[in-house]
């Protein structure tokens, strides 16, 4: 999809529990790594502090037939690209809410080291 994140889902419930029930906004939409559609809602949840609902988010999405190791390298790698983005953006903007002085190595180093932990 490219942009899968809350703000482009729609999520009802049923009796079997919550389900995302339509998504929309495909203008990012392409061809690829559908892992890729899974940092912005794991960004979310390791920026508000919650790591356990992160890990359950992952592991719901894990293929058991795939190796842990390749698909943690495959999160890390979509994570790096998109914070990448975020980064030039959040620098280009002028954010004031981001510190200074913090390097991107040691902001991404964060979401790494959380990735590795899930």
């Known amino acids: 999809m490219g942009d899968f994140k809350p703000g482009n889902c729609l999520i009802d419930k049923n009796d079997d529990g919550w389900y995302v029930s339509g998504v929309f906004d495909f ?3 392409y061809f690829g790594d559908p892992v ?47 914070r990448v983005l975020d980064w030039g953006c959040a620098k280009a903007m002028n954010m004031v809410d981001w510190e200074e002085d913090i390097s991107f190595k040691a902001w991404i180093t964060k979401y790494m080291n959380i990735i590795d932990k899930l």
Not at 54 to 77: G, N, V, W
């Open 27 to 29: 203008t990012n939409s």
């Open 36 to 82: 890729a559609d899974l940092i912005k809602f794991l960004t979310i949840f390791i920026d508000s502090n919650e790591l356990g609902v992160a890990k359950h988010f992952i592991q719901s999405f894990y293929d058991d037939r795939e190796d842990p190791y390749a698909f943690k390298q495959r999160l890390k790698l979509h994570m790096l690209q998109q």
